[in-house]
């Protein structure tokens, strides 16, 4: 059959509930998976990006470096990073992906943590030296607590990102949703797998970005009352 066939095919719904009845495990997989892979990258990027934009926030001559080097891995595309890494790393395994996917996230996160330490009020950072705290007592106090709004939106970011760059780990069969998206073009277009996969990506990036959303309002309270 044709792919015009298949698209015009009553048969071939955009969504089956009966397709999702019979694949509920393969589907439940995917989608742990998928949010698996994402919540490990992020954690992973953020334990790498905190520090360099800390580093650069303390030796600016560094900034740029730093900047422009997780920038230059942002924009290697998806597809020739994974490539690039999957033969040293292993072709079918989740470590290629969660690599790149690593690396991907590392500007998001330096780029708006530098930009959150950068906020801090200089009077503040005079008061906390004058208070007798040393570099890293007005880091772990000071910096990184009125720090938290650039922080979390980089995360935000950074995970929304990630969860849309997972589907790429299809193409070596670890892409968690993105596997069902690939597996429903190469099933004669079978849209039904292709728009549960979608819809569960979507739904998934909506979740884990209010999740985190709601995570730095209650982080953040001061931020809060200044706003209103």
Request: with cysteine.
């Amino acid at each position: 059959m044709s792919f015009q066939s298949y698209r015009d095919d009553p048969g071939n719904p955009w969504f089956s509930w009966q397709y999702v009845r019979d694949n509920s495990d393969t589907i439940a997989e995917a989608l742990r998976e998928h949010a698996t892979l994402t919540a490990e990258a992020v954690v992973i990027a953020a334990l790498v990006a905190v520090p360099l934009a800390v580093l650069a926030y303390w030796i600016r001559p560094l900034t740029g470096p730093i900047l422009a080097l997780s920038g230059i891995l942002y924009t290697i595309p998806s597809l020739a990073l994974l490539a690039f890494i999957a033969p040293y790393v292993g072709t079918t395994r989740a470590t290629s992906v969660l690599i790149a996917l690593v690396l991907y996230a590392l500007l998001l996160i330096v780029r708006n943590t530098l930009a959150g330490l950068n906020q801090v009020p200089a009077e503040v950072r005079d008061a906390a030296q004058g208070m007798g705290y040393g570099r890293f007592g007005r880091l772990l106090r000071i910096d990184l607590p009125l720090a938290l709004p650039g922080i979390m939106t980089g995360l935000r970011l950074a995970t929304v990102s990630t969860v849309a760059l997972v589907t790429v780990g299809a193409l070596i069969g670890k892409g968690g949703l993105g596997d069902l998206i690939l597996g429903g073009f190469r099933n004669n277009f079978y849209r039904a797998e292709i728009v549960t996969g979608t819809v569960l990506c979507v739904a998934l990036a909506l979740v884990l970005d209010l999740v985190l959303a709601t995570a730095g309002r209650l982080l953040t309270p001061w931020a809060r009352r200044r706003a209103s």
